[in-house]
């Protein structure tokens, strides 16, 4: 009688952001629908108390602070660093200091890529009796470098991952700790689930799983095994890289992707995209067809495609074949269009600056290819937790 | 249709204006002046966000804003359009505070937020803030309560001003989440401060 409920639109409206048709058919509705009515006026309600949340001031510090870090950068400019650089410079001095270079660089080499690795992560029981090397932990225990720890049915686990993060195991879960030294640490996944948050700079966590390897770019995530090695990862915050020989994905928070052994990551593809979206791109990725079978399940990931599903189509550009390819282009650009310096034909030779271009404009890269003040967080979060 | 456009949308609109991508250009150039200019458009709804976000803790705001200052100093060379600036900014503002509330591993208590009036606001224009305490105090203490994923697109929304589509994108989320998560967060405000119904607001 009153037609379909207006409910989730009401917000939408009060803020102004409905298409006309859009707003008349919410104003219409709610004339003669007492519930959406009595919902208007309680959230008009809330955005009238939203609205009288004030801008407060900032400190007045903060902008004498920032003026101070400007200062001190515009004090040290390079040229005068590489003046007081070369003030200081003598064949005698520089030989000492290149000698000292090498053997910090032998000594370095040798900490972090020949030491064994002697330390070991904190384990605590959520639930049941998880067992680390078939002992169980009681309330808690250490994982060592080799070390399986293991849940059953009614078992659950948080580990902390030295200083940067911690994972939560699932019942029925195998788990076994690779490796932990200040540039790297490594968990195996050879079954079950594990929710992992990360909060250290990005690539320094891994998981290794039967069908890829899960590498953390500031997140966190969800990742799944089941018996026969197939997998399934869901990214909460921030992102993730997976990767198995050639074959890589990068999967952004709200996305999921689908791994198979042998195979590797599937395409990443946002949870909310259509039902018949993902089905046909499952049959895409891991289904052997025939050529009709594939071209109609490529139809109709293109057919269902939003701008959003952007991030699937430019990661289709690269594991399809030319054919293929081309028709997946033409659906992208038409969605967002290519920056400028990408072609049709740059993208359909693969040519990958292209594609990077392209990635970028999707905003896909920004954690690639990190800046230097990344790369320098990196090595002193690194050395900090080497002295912790 | 609807309800009109609030204060804090118009100073979001103007603010825009100013930093433009000239602004930002000159800001990549390492220019000082530009730089000011950024941090005084953007230092107060930064704030704000932070301080809203994080119990109120004045000092742990400052912390953050400073933080996210000092990234995008550093960062500012990557940017080439004005549109990617403010949702780049946003985010560095929305990953600082949830790394705070992850170090933190709970919410700051609102306990602190109690005294907010007097440390921030007392700073800023009394006849503006003061006009309404009753009701601020109690929207600030209803906003502090929602849970942090009904509480931040508020807070892009009426903090900074931002639209549906501007939250969807600093928040890697899709348009209906943002518009689903406004929805729940309205209603908890509402039946929070549902005694508030027949007060008169400001401007009305």
Redesign the interface.
Known sequence: MFGKHV????????????SADE?REV?EHVLVCQRCRR?LE??????????????????????G???T??DE??SHPAQTRRARISSAFTWPRMAVAFTSLLIAIALGGWFFLVRPSTTSWEVARIAGAPRIDSANIGESGRLAVGEWLETDANSRALVQVGQIGRVEIDPNTRVRLVETRPTEHRLALARGRMHA?I?APPRLFFVDTPSARATDLGCAYTLEVDDAGAGVLHVT?GWVALDLGSRSAIV???ASCAMRKGTGPGTPY?E?ATEAFRTALAKLDFEQQDAGARSLALASVLDEARP?DALTLWHLLSRTPVEERARAYDRLASLVPPPEGVTREGVLRLDQHMLDLWRDELKLGWFKND?L?RRAWRWIWGWASEKL | MGEGASDVERRAVMAEKIVDDGVIAACQRGDREAFRLLFETYQDRVFSIALYSLGGDETLAKDVAQQVFLKLMTGIKQFRREAEFTTWLYRLVVNACMDEHRKRRRFLPFADFQNLDERAVSKRDEEEVYARTEISGAVHGAIMRLKPKLRMPILLKYIQGLSYEEIADVLSCSTGTVASRLNRGHKVLARKLGHLRNVSFEGE
């Open positions: 409910s989730k639109k009401l917000s939408a409206y009060c803020n102004q952001e409905l707003a104003a919902e309680e959230v008009r309600l809330g955005v009238r108390l939203a609205q009288t949340l004030p801008v407060l001031h900032a400190p007045a510090s903060l902008l602070e920032m003026e870090h400007l950068r515009a948050s909060w915050v952004p928070a709200g946002y909310d959003r800046p003040w």
